[in-house]
């Protein structure tokens, strides 16, 4: 029985950043998500290694 790797996507990428951040800080992941989304516009030039 092979396992397949599973593609890491940039949604999977920012829902784990936020997860691991409202952790620490104690807000809703869902809204630490919505601020991740409203920075990316900020850094257009920029990705994430994936």
């Known amino acids: 029985m092979k396992h397949e ?6 949604k999977m990428i920012y829902r ?3 997860s691991s951040t409202a952790i620490e800080t104690r807000e809703s992941v869902d809204l630490i998500e919505q601020k991740l989304q409203a920075n990316k516009s900020k850094y257009r030039s920029l990705s994430l290694a994936v």
Do not use: R
Not at 5 to 10: A, D, G, I, N
């Open 5 to 10: 790797k599973k593609k890491v996507t940039q």
């Open 16 to 18: 784990a950043v936020a």
